[in-house]
Nanobody, 125 residues
Framework: QVQLVESGGGLVQAGGSLRLSCAAS??????????IGWFRQALGKEREGVTC????????YYTDSVKGRFTISRDKAKNTVYLQMNNLSPEDTAVYYC????????????????WGRGTQVTVSS
């Protein structure tokens, strides 16, 4: 069974930074052949796609609200993907979920193959 394990969430003041990590811990499962990225879900809101990096690591997708502030990267040797989040605002407060599917196309919840359990990010004003 594939397991995606997130870490790095926490409480930060507005304008601060956090770095999330997502490690694929299942034996024999490599992220080399999967697109991977992040969703987030704020309290009372639908889960939204935030960012995705493709198998080739080219042209990552970012939702408009995080462009210029968030950066996704992948370390294939560690089977881990990272989300660097800078200049955070209270609107970024949410549970952040790692997710994977075959490509970054249709980066919406119904198409996701595997999910992590999420990590809470809270940004205080």
């Amino acid at each position: 069974q594939v397991q995606l394990v997130e870490s790095g969430g926490g409480l930060v003041q507005a304008g601060g930074s956090l770095r999330l990590s997502c490690a694929a811990s299942s034996s024999g499962f490599t992220l080399d052949y999967w697109a991977i990225g992040w969703f987030r879900q704020a309290l009372g809101k639908e889960r939204e796609g935030v960012t995705c990096i493709s198998i080739s690591d080219s042209s990552p997708y970012y939702t408009d609200s995080v462009k210029g502030r968030f950066t996704i990267s992948r370390d294939k040797a560690k089977n881990t993907v990272y989300l660097q989040m800078n200049n955070l605002s209270p609107e970024d407060t949410a549970v952040y979920y790692c997710a994977t599917k075959d490509t970054c196309s249709n980066w919406y919840t119904p198409f996701i193959e595997y999910w992590g359990r999420g990590t809470q990010v809270t940004v205080s004003s």
